[in-house]
């Protein structure tokens, strides 16, 4: 049996090499989707080290000469991937042994996640706890919207058309977390603030993307012709 091994392995999650807790993490994982009771036990002791991946570190961010370009690599993004993985499996089958008040700031943290599908997998996970516990999200509205808005102000990292596609997609996921969150904000919207939140991105740059994400018609601009 595998069961008695497991706690030893596991805690290569908070090994020094980065590379290391990628694959311990992304081996939880397999074993949260595929075999969950063998491992639930385990994920209140580890979720100390899988919230620790999910920050951007400066310190495991480098400098890489290029010829006469310098860029920058991030040695832990796919960690922040693999451990944001972890969770979008743990909100669907192991709910219960998260705190989700002290998740939600830490995706919201990452909507700004340089890379995209980082970025995109917070959209993903807070999407699931609209619908498993909306009351966690309730106490987070004005922070939800401080958040959107900071995204949807953003621009593309570079004219790169990697970055330029990166960005429309983040946009878009954006988008359809506002619309998800749409009926579950405005049933507890007594400020207004959401309601006023809204009316600005359905009138705002990406309007017409709104629209379509929320299955409206979008018009045809002024004087143009069918």
Request: aromatic share 8%; proline share 5%; net charge neutral.
């Amino acid at each position: 049996a595998l069961s008695p091994f497991l706690p030893t392995f596991f805690a290569l999650i908070a090994d020094p090499s980065v590379e290391v807790r990628r694959l311990a993490v992304k081996t939880f994982t397999f074993f949260i989707n595929r075999a969950p009771a063998l491992v639930c036990d385990l994920v209140p002791d580890l979720l100390p080290q899988l919230y620790d991946e999910l920050p951007v570190k400066k310190e495991l961010i480098r400098e890489l000469k290029l010829g006469i370009m310098t860029v920058k690599v991030d040695d832990a993004e796919l960690n922040r991937k693999a451990a944001l993985e972890c969770f979008h499996v743990l909100v669907l089958v192991a709910l219960d042994k998260i705190n989700v008040h002290e998740l939600v700031p830490k995706l919201m943290a990452g909507f700004g996640d340089r890379l995209t599908d980082n970025a995109i997998l917070c959209h993903t996970i807070l999407t699931e706890l609209a619908s498993l516990v909306p009351a966690a999200l309730l106490e987070v509205v004005d922070a939800l919207i401080k958040a959107f808005t900071k995204t949807l102000k953003d621009r593309p990292w570079s004219k790169a058309a990697k970055d330029v596609d990166a960005f429309a997609a983040l946009i878009n996921a954006t988008l359809r977390t506002i619309h998800t969150l749409h009926p579950l904000a405005l049933a507890a919207d007594s400020s207004g603030k959401w309601r006023a939140f809204e009316a600005s991105v359905a009138a705002g740059k990406w309007a017409s993307q709104y629209a379509v994400v929320c299955g409206r018609e979008v018009e045809a601009p002024a004087g143009a012709s069918g």
